[in-house]
């Protein structure tokens, strides 16, 4: 008797909310009434069961019945799928002070320290002053310049290992190679210096990268149904904590390695560059520490794997295309010769 009242009384909980959440979302229908047409949802997951594994292919086949701007509704949270160039240059040219922000996730809630990531942050005067800050300050031509003996270190150590690897007639993972190779001169010019696995949490700090990379655009149904993020169904919200502090320990002891560094001959990285402006009334650039913490991990992503991936294919294809590969090596020759390595001046005269 006991077990049957307890199983009421779950069935008329689950009822009750379901038609709470209807009564909200049908609230909301009426108060919207010229939303774009679209397909309709589910109580409380709206159209979320309509997309798979391969969403822009089931977001491409809803579009043909529905038309280039079409209303969807993942949980309770109404999305506007836009499908064709015509009606994405109204969104994103014609009206993109609109839509220039994106939504306030989970994810830049606690890796993005509260949306203060270039990434995530509204858009408005922060997200202006920070993008200033980054391109005249950070990615200048002139400070991107300071790094070139830097750069050409770690492409030199590169290409040895390579040799070596050759020499002796062992196999070579060169994906892994191109991709440490980006991580150690992302992180000095970033850091300062290379990460040492060490002084990063038992996972190391490439591969925390790469989570937070994966966790930050990975589904949360909290983002779509805000009123169960306390329950942590996924359990995404306690590793996104985690990843957070050791983020957060991390920067803690770089900004302290870098204000008690008395080396004035050395290149200054990015985080010296902040931290001459926190607390400063000399310039127009309002900084403190979560901000910097925040603006290094946007160009830890940024740069980290997209230029891994982007060199891992080009080899890839030129593997694949010998012709274009022999009419690559016979521009260098000519250009370059035969006597020593390719320098970043060289690429203005590389026209192929």
Not at 132 to 138: D, G, P, R, V, Y
Not at 213 to 232: C, E, H, K, T, V
């Amino acid at each position: 008797m006991n077990l049957t009242m307890e199983w009421i009384c779950t069935i008329l909980a689950v009822a009750a909310l379901v038609f709470f959440f209807q009564a909200l979302t049908w609230r909301r229908r009426r108060t919207n009434k010229r939303l774009p047409p679209g397909p309709r949802g589910l109580p409380i997951l709206g159209n979320l069961l309509m997309i798979g594994t391969k969403p822009h292919q089931d977001l491409q086949r809803l579009a043909r019945e529905y038309g280039p701007i079409m209303h969807l509704r993942f949980g309770l949270m109404p999305v506007i799928v836009v499908s064709s160039p015509e009606a994405a240059e109204l969104f994103l040219k014609t009206h993109d002070l609109v839509f220039a922000s994106r939504p306030p996730l989970e994810a830049s809630k606690y890796i993005s320290y509260n949306q203060q990531k270039l990434v995530f942050a509204p858009y408005g005067s922060y997200w202006r002053n920070m993008r200033k800050m980054c391109t005249l300050e950070l990615l200048s031509n002139h400070k991107i310049s300071t790094f070139r003996s830097m750069r050409k270190q770690e492409l030199d150590l590169l290409v040895r290992h390579i040799r070596e690897a050759a020499y002796s007639g062992v196999a070579v993972d060169l994906s892994s190679m191109v991709t440490s190779f980006s991580t150690d001169v992302t992180c000095r010019m970033i850091i300062g210096k290379k990460y040492d696995r060490e002084d990063f949490g038992e996972k190391g700090f490439e591969a925390t990268v790469r989570e937070t990379m994966r966790i930050a655009s990975a589904f949360n149904l909290a983002d779509y149904i805000p009123q169960i993020r306390g329950l942590d169904l996924q359990g995404q919200t306690k590793r996104m904590k985690a990843i957070a502090k050791d983020f957060d320990d991390f920067f803690e002891k770089i900004f302290e390695e870098h204000v008690e560094s008395k080396d004035e001959n050395r290149t200054k990285d990015f985080i010296d560059v902040m931290l001459g402006f926190v607390g400063s009334e000399e310039t127009e650039y309002r900084v403190e520490r979560d901000t910097i913490k925040a603006i290094i991990l946007d160009m830890l992503g940024a740069s980290m794997d997209t230029s891994a991936a982007t060199i891992d294919w080009t080899l890839v294809e030129l593997i694949r295309h010998p012709r274009v590969t022999k009419k690559l090596q016979q521009e260098l020759e000519n250009v370059v010769g035969l006597n020593r390595t390719v320098e970043e001046s060289d690429l203005e005269k590389l026209e192929y």
